[in-house]
């Protein structure tokens, strides 16, 4: 089984920047694909970012391409989300996520607890 614990969430102002974090734990294999998830009151849970075992395989959704850059440090086991240029559309709950990369797609078996973010205007 494994743990997910995300931290680094908060309120910013717009134009700001934030860190998550993400510890995983447990049982992960040596391809643990890592991501991010977020879901803003009354939506759905839409995708962020997302990394394979080594960050070589990367996808962003349109909507933070260039803007939040993923990233991981496999000796830690974790993955971390730098959200730039932050927009208050991008206020949400951020949930980390872990499962396998395979056949150009990834699947997703653990999530954490989630963790705030809020961007003032």
């Known amino acids: 089984q494994v743990q997910l614990v995300e931290s680094g969430g908060g309120l910013v102002q717009a134009g700001g920047s934030l860190r998550l974090s993400c510890a995983a734990s447990?049982?992960?294999?040596?391809?643990?694909?890592m991501g991010w998830f977020r879901q803003a009151p009354g939506k759905e849970r839409e995708f962020v970012a997302a990394?394979?075992?080594?960050?070589?395989?990367?996808m962003y959704a349109d909507s933070v391409k260039g803007r939040f850059t993923i990233s991981r440090d496999n000796a830690k086991n974790t993955v971390y989300l730098q959200m730039n240029s932050l927009k208050p559309e991008d206020t949400a709950v951020y949930y980390c996520t872990g499962g396998r990369y395979a056949g150009s797609h990834f699947s997703w078996d653990n999530w954490g607890q989630g963790t705030q973010v809020t961007v003032s205007s």
């Open positions: 447990g049982r992960t294999t040596s391809s643990y694909a």
């Open positions: 990394t394979e075992w080594n960050v070589i395989i990367t």
